[in-house]
Each structure stands twice: as structure tokens, then as C-alpha cells.
């Protein structure tokens, strides 16, 4: 996994995280489903690049 990856992802929990709480404290659900919804895109881009990683991985070490 490329560190811009990793940040973007992280970025991505970070923010969702932020809109989740912000929704939680203004009482507006819609915000914090969109916050929840952001927090687990970014933990799938992170599941998907390490797979994607796993398998470059496994194609180096048949070399």
C-alpha cells in the first residue's frame, strides 16, 4: 500500500469520523449516517489495497 493511499484512506475515517460525531451532537441523522457511510468507505479502500497488495505479493514470490 502506497503512503498516499494510506493517507487518503485515513482521511477518508477521519472525516466520516468528524460527520459522524458532528450528526450526533446536532441531533441530525442524516450527517451522521453520511459520517458513518465516509468511515467505512475509507476501511474498504484500505481491505481492497491490501488485497491488491497481498496479491502483487504472491506474483513476486513466484519469480
Not at 9 to 36: I, S
Request: glycine share 8%; hydrophobic share 25%; net charge positive.
Amino acid at each position: 500500500m502506497t503512503i498516499d493511499e494510506r493517507l487518503h484512506n485515513a482521511k477518508d475515517r477521519a472525516a466520516g469520523k468528524a460527520k459522524e460525531v458532528e450528526g450526533k451532537v446536532t441531533g441530525d441523522k442524516t450527517r451522521e449516517t453520511q459520517g458513518k457511510v465516509q468511515n467505512a468507505l475509507g476501511k474498504a479502500k484500505d481491505k481492497l489495497t491490501d488485497a491488491k497488495e497481498s496479491i502483487k505479493d504472491t506474483f513476486r514470490d513466484d519469480d
